[in-house]
T-cell receptor, first 109, second 113 residues
Framework: RKEVEQDPGPFNVPEGATVAFNCTYSNSASQSFFWYRQDCRKEPKLLMSVYSSGNEDGRFTAQLNRASQYISLLIRDSKLSDSATYLCVADYNTDKLIFGTGTRLQVFP | NAGVTQTPKFQVLKTGQSMTLQCAQDMNHNSMYWYRQDPGMGLRLIYYSASEGTTDKGEVPNGYNVSRLNKREFSLRLESAAPSQTSVYFC????????????FGEGSWLTVV
């Protein structure tokens, strides 16, 4: 079993839709979590950190559920520019980061 | 505003050839990383360096060597390239403390024929 698992998608949604991704992690020792965004043939870039209390940044909301060992990303009012691959990342406080394989989102007009 | 710079961006190698991927960061970060990314496999850690003078193996170190030349630079060497090493390679760095953001270079596309 992979340490960080994501549904690869693709998720095909119309503009304006709300879409949610989940990511599960197997190691309860994980300390910190992140969502990264990766555009085609580009490097991953930080989208947002994920806190136990949940956090929101504009149209994006991230949640952490330690009891069930998953994190989620909610995107409201999807834009065409949101089309990308979203990577879930677990940080085990050992200077290693474990990346999920990514969930691909395609927003269509 | 360079951040993490890696070279070359594209390279084609013949099986058995050697090459070095160069990486430098100007953010005064302690930790540096080399990842490879393959379709359906996600980012896999090859080697990392928690500080100048130290290096450690990641998930897929076989066939690679690294050098942390100084705080800024972390190179990845393929001594005898194999077709299985065809991939996109990303160098990355971060301040070193858990929870800090990791920053990536733009990637190096390597094809071994």
């Amino acid at each position: 079993r992979k340490e960080v698992e994501q549904d690869p998608g693709p998720f095909n949604v119309p503009e304006g839709a709300t879409v949610a991704f989940n990511c599960t992690y197997s190691n309860s020792a994980s300390q910190s979590f992140f969502w990264y965004r990766q555009d085609c043939r580009k490097e991953p870039k930080l989208l947002m950190s994920v806190y136990s209390s949940g956090n929101e940044d504009g149209r994006f909301t991230a949640q952490l559920n330690r009891a069930s060992q998953y994190i989620s990303l909610l995107i409201r009012d999807s834009k065409l520019s949101d089309s990308a691959t979203y990577l879930c990342v677990a940080d085990y406080n050992t200077d290693k980061l474990i990346f999920g394989t990514g969930t691909r989102l395609q927003v269509f007009p | 505003n360079a951040g993490v710079t890696q070279t070359p961006k594209f390279q084609v190698l013949k099986t058995g050839q050697s090459m070095t991927l160069q990486c430098a960061q100007d953010m005064n970060h302690n930790s540096m990383y080399w990842y490879r990314q393959d379709p359906g496999m996600g980012l896999r850690l090859i080697y990392y360096s928690a500080s100048e003078g130290t290096t450690d193996k990641g998930e897929v170190p076989n066939g690679y060597n690294v050098s942390r030349l100084n705080k800024r630079e972390f190179s990845l060497r393929l001594e005898s390239a194999a077709p299985s090493q065809t991939s996109v390679y990303f160098c990355a760095s971060r301040a070193g403390d858990s929870g800090n953001t990791i920053y990536f270079g733009e990637g190096s596309w390597l094809t071994v024929v």
